[in-house]
């Protein structure tokens, strides 16, 4: 079975993760402030605090911005669950903005429209979470004048979108955020097994954000209540999680970091690739945007309406012949968890409409150059 993503591993990532498991440190120790030294100056951001995973990141991100029970958090219907059910671990509710059809990242007129009426109802969201589908970015000067407008904080859920750039900087260098959060499952960009980053400018955040990593536990004099009774003092002052990411992983992440830019460019090989061999198919292609370069995480397709085929047919056409394709995403307020809310079909009709015919195709920088001629050929023999 061909994938529709998975993870490149080198002799390099071994070494580096045997090289940890032989120091005195599995977790706790250089290889963390490594890695988050690393992509911080990557990106171009002051902090970084690597947590487990990008959903322990998206959970205290929300928790340094002060998001609680009867505050909204906002993003796209079109993401992962974790992007929306960080507000829930708040005790805050969660509301949708619609997608562009295009970009298929959350639509700006649609969010500047919902934020006139929220404002009319006095229910303006704390929090706005724009996911960076796919690996392109969201149109973050606009999101940014509409949060100077309307007083709400970003979080940048970048979980596909490490490597990306907007405009002329990185994506993480939070020009137009308060927060960006990254993932380094192994379907992502770059892999530490698992785990997830969180960087900001503000000094402020990220202490925060660092005590909510570990337990609330400080060891720093300054943020302490009472005086150090020894060197083994600590003190907790609020309440943390164990949302740490352990040596081994930010060893391999670090050292996935270093070829980072080459897994990009041979995904923007593939894209062109598709491209240029599907454009006779009856098939919507993904649009990059000319005023960023996307990460591309995904490559997904959407099936025309007039072809005759349904989207249940290419994606079982395409299994059958050993395409791991997948659909990204189910539009979160459809799921259950959140129907008991209240949210139904017809909530947010783009996201749907999208749903109803997408299908990613593999798109990972290892895929080679046979597999990429299987998928092709498969797809022209399902749609014909
Ligand atoms: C993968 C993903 C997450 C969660 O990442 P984990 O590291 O698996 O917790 C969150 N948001 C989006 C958009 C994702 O794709």
Not at 47 to 72: F, K, R
Not at 110 to 134: D, I, T, Y
Not at 239 to 268: E, K, P, V, W
Not at 291 to 308: E, F, I, K, M, N
Request: glycine share 8%; proline share 5%; with cysteine.
């Amino acid at each position: 079975m061909i994938p529709y993503g998975r993870q490149d591993i080198s002799q390099e990532d071994i070494d580096a993760v045997v090289s940890a498991l032989k120091s005195d440190w599995l977790t706790q120790g250089p290889a963390v402030p490594e890695f988050e030294g690393a992509l911080a100056a990557y990106c171009g951001v002051e902090h970084a605090i690597a947590v487990n995973s990008a959903t322990s990141a998206l959970h205290i991100a929300c928790m340094a911005l002060g998001l609680e029970a009867g505050d909204w958090l906002w993003t796209s219907p079109i993401t992962f669950v974790a992007s929306a059910n960080a507000a829930l671990y708040c005790g805050a509710s969660v509301d949708f903005v619609d997608i562009d059809p295009v970009s298929y990242n959350l639509s700006v007129s649609a969010l500047a429209q919902k934020l006139a009426r929220a404002e009319k109802n006095g229910r303006l969201p704390k929090v706005l979470v724009p996911v960076h589908f796919a690996g392109q970015p969201c149109a973050m000067r606009e999101i940014r004048q509409l949060a100077d407008q309307y007083g709400f904080r970003i979080i940048e859920d970048a979980s596909h979108a490490v490597g990306a750039s907007y405009l002329d900087g990185k994506v993480g260098n939070c020009e137009y955020s308060d927060i960006s959060v990254f993932s380094f499952h192994p379907v992502k960009i770059i892999t530490s097994g698992e785990g997830g980053m969180a960087v900001t400018r503000s000094a402020e955040l990220a202490d925060a954000m660092r005590s909510l990593r570990s337990h609330g536990i400080t060891r720093d004099h300054q943020q302490m209540v009472r005086q150090p009774e020894g060197p083994w003092y600590y003190e907790q002052v609020g309440l943390g999680y164990n949302y740490r990411i352990t040596d081994i992983q930010a060893a391999l992440g670090r050292s996935q970091l270093q070829r980072i830019d080459g897994f990009i460019a041979r995904r923007h090989e593939i894209a062109d690739a598709y491209d240029r061999e599907l454009a006779t198919l009856p098939l919507i292609l993904p649009v990059r945007h000319k005023d960023s370069y996307s990460a591309l995480h995904l490559y997904p397709v959407q099936l025309r309406d007039d072809t005759g085929k349904t989207r249940q047919q290419l994606f079982d056409g395409l299994r059958a012949r050993g395409i791991g394709v997948n659909v990204h995403y189910i539009p979160v307020h459809t799921q259950p968890y959140y129907e008991a809310m209240g949210f139904k079909q017809g909530d947010f009709p783009e996201a749907e409409r999208y749903y109803s015919r997408a299908v990613s195709l593999p798109m990972y920088s290892s895929l080679t150059p046979d597999d990429f001629a299987t998928v092709v050929a498969a797809l022209r023999s399902v749609l014909s």
